[in-house]
């Protein structure tokens, strides 16, 4: 089945604890993004890459990490998370940035105390 | 920069006809539609290109206005199912980025 896959699907942490979620997609897709979903904000894109090695901010970067060391993997690190970034967050993935529709992750509800 | 989304919220009976517009500032080469029910993660229904004919998804139809920068979607005979909230999506390609980025979004409620 194509999917895109995230882990974990919840996670609590403490301030200042590094971690890392999770994304991997099994439809060859050459681009992938992150997102985070805050109420009254919507969707809101931390980064995305084009493909393996190549990646780029998105509107809200800060605090954030990634890296796309395969084409099928794509992960978020917060290398010392604080509670701002208590969100929800989704991995997606597309063909391309251009012409193509996205397919998500399920989400991992992340929450910082 | 993030496109505008009219109206914000909007509640129906089933069987009855709703419109979504979404408007950016922008120029759009391509306007996407998804649908995200409470607890999920957002779907994609439909995709719209720069003079492209206009999309269906069952009985949801889109179009693309691209001299007005904007997209409407229309939601006909409303079923239970078409609850949630609805995103338009773009591309926002300038400067060697690509930035993808969603509207502010649609709470659409059907009402049996």
């Known amino acids: 089945e194509a999917q895109v896959t995230q882990n974990p699907r919840y996670l609590i942490t403490v301030t200042g604890k590094k971690l890392t979620v999770t994304c991997s997609q099994n439809?060859?897709?050459?681009?992938m993004s992150w997102y985070r979903q805050d109420p009254g904000l919507g969707l809101r894109q931390i980064y995305y890459?084009?493909?393996?090695?190549?990646?780029d901010k998105g509107d809200v970067p800060e605090g954030y990490k990634v890296s796309r060391k395969e084409k099928r993997n794509f992960p978020l690190i917060l290398e010392s998370p604080s509670p701002n970034q208590t969100s929800l967050y989704f991995c997606?993935?597309?063909?391309?940035?251009?012409?193509?529709?996205?397919?998500f992750g399920s989400g991992t509800r992340l929450t910082v105390v | 920069q993030q496109p505008v989304q009219s109206p914000q919220a909007v509640i129906l009976r089933e069987g009855e006809d709703a419109v979504i517009n979404c408007s950016s500032s922008?120029?759009?080469?391509?306007v996407h539609w998804y649908r995200q029910k409470h607890g999920e993660a957002p779907v994609f229904l439909m995709i719209?290109?720069?003079?492209?004919e206009q999309m269906r998804h069952e009985k949801i139809s889109a179009s693309f206005n691209e001299k007005k920068q904007q997209s409407s979607l229309y939601l006909t005979a409303s079923q239970l199912s078409y609850s949630g909230t609805y995103f338009c999506?773009?591309?926002?390609?300038?400067?060697?980025?690509?930035?993808?980025?969603f509207g502010t979004g649609t709470r659409l409620k059907v009402l049996a």
């Open positions: 999506g773009t591309e926002n390609t300038t400067s060697g980025t690509y930035k993808y980025i």
């Open positions: 439809m060859n897709h050459e681009y």
């Open positions: 922008k120029a759009l080469y391509s």
């Open positions: 890459s084009m493909n393996v090695e190549v990646t």
């Open positions: 997606a993935s597309s063909l391309s940035p251009v012409g193509y529709g996205y397919t």
């Open positions: 719209l290109l720069k003079g492209g």
